[in-house]
């Protein structure tokens, strides 16, 4: 049975060669070994026992071939090792540029097979294409070049395993961090719609629903630096937090000679915080046009309040609708003033 195996095993193989075309003309050379071989389905051994019992010379006869075979094969295999490309034509042939494949050689990721002595060309073999797939593959799972060289450096498989381990939870961190700047730009562009359906100078009374916020203080002297820089604290806090928000809101002081003092800021955001605007009526105007005109349409809707049978209950908020992140004209600047009130 095991000189059966042998036997069949070895004929398989060289089916398997000729049928590819590989070694037809190495037969060639070695005619008697080629005539055997390939009238083999015909030895009268071979076909009235149908493979199952070869004499000791038949398999003498396939192991000689196969060995021709294996001879060739290596030789080939070794011609192509030997094949050479110069940097821009393996760069073509991969897809990247030749400044790429040259920085890959400076870093020591992929160095060229040989480098000629007298014109310094370098020559890349076929056996380094997989090398470079491998790296651009690695390359586009977003690894860094660093993290490649040290991946390749790793000669057990299980090594190699716990670093795309790594990988694929990095990848996966990204998408979630990618799926939260998507809903804040989902949120930016719900908003910019909202405000350019708002009709400008539109005032009423209405009733608004809990809104959760973060609080940013102003510093004294409450100036206009001193607003903006607490503006610009609220929305890099809101980035670094990755909130949802929906525009921020000013609180503005009015004194008795119609000075405004703004002592706080606030950003709306998606979810619960220990601080909140109540749920309540607020009378309303948008306001559009530079902000130094805010003080007018601020007069018009306190009017409005009084005329209407309602008294202010809090304090006044400025959210802002639209401004330079929207809009490129101070004219085109919209300001949603609301003030809770009651009625009397």
């Given amino acids: 049975m095991e000189r059966m195996l042998s036997a069949d095993g070895v004929m398989n193989l060289i089916n398997s060669f000729l049928d590819q075309g590989l070694v037809n003309n190495a037969f060639m050379v070695t005619s008697a070994n080629a005539d055997s071989i390939k009238g083999l389905g015909q030895h009268p051994i071979y076909k009235e026992s149908n493979g199952i019992s070869f004499d000791r010379a038949l398999l003498s006869l396939l192991k000689r071939s196969l060995k021709y075979i294996v001879t060739i094969q290596s030789t080939l295999i070794w011609r192509n090792m030997k094949i ?4 821009g034509e393996m760069a073509k042939l991969h897809g990247i ?10 870093i020591g990721l ?3 097979k040989e480098i000629d002595e007298i014109n310094n060309y370098r020559y890349y073999t076929l056996d380094q294409f997989e090398t470079l797939d491998v790296i651009l593959s690695l390359k586009s799972l977003g690894m860094t070049l660093k993290e490649i060289k040290h991946y390749l450096s790793k000669a057990l498989l299980r090594d190699r395993m716990e670093q795309l381990k ?23 562009l719900t908003a910019l719609k909202h405000g350019m359906e708002i009709i400008p100078f539109e005032i009423g009374i209405k009733f608004l629903k809990k809104r959760y916020i973060l609080i940013e203080s102003v510093l004294p002297p409450f100036e206009w630096y001193d607003l903006e820089m607490a503006i610009k604290k609220l929305i890099a806090c809101s980035r670094e937090e990755e909130f949802v928000m929906s525009g921020y809101m000013v609180y503005a002081d009015i004194y008795g000679n119609g000075q405004e003092i703004f002592k706080k800021v606030a950003l709306e ?4 915080t220990p601080d909140c605007i109540a749920q309540g009526e607020y009378g309303y105007l948008y306001h559009q046009g530079p902000y130094e005109e805010l003080v007018r349409s601020r007069s018009l809707l306190l009017e409005y309040i009084e005329k209407s049978k309602y008294q202010v209950s809090g304090e006044i908020i400025e959210k802002v609708l639209l401004d330079t992140f929207a809009v490129s004209s101070e004219a085109e600047y919209l300001v949603e003033i609301q003030v809770p009130v009651q009625k009397e």
């Fill in 84 to 87: 050479k490309f110069l940097t």
């Fill in 97 to 106: 540029s030749r400044q790429t494949l040259l920085y890959y050689d400076k």
């Fill in 110 to 112: 992929l160095k060229p």
């Fill in 166 to 188: 790594i990988q694929d939870l990095l990848i996966r961190e990204k998408i979630e961090q990618l799926e939260r700047t998507g809903r804040r730009l989902t949120s930016f």
């Fill in 269 to 272: 955001i998606d979810h619960d």
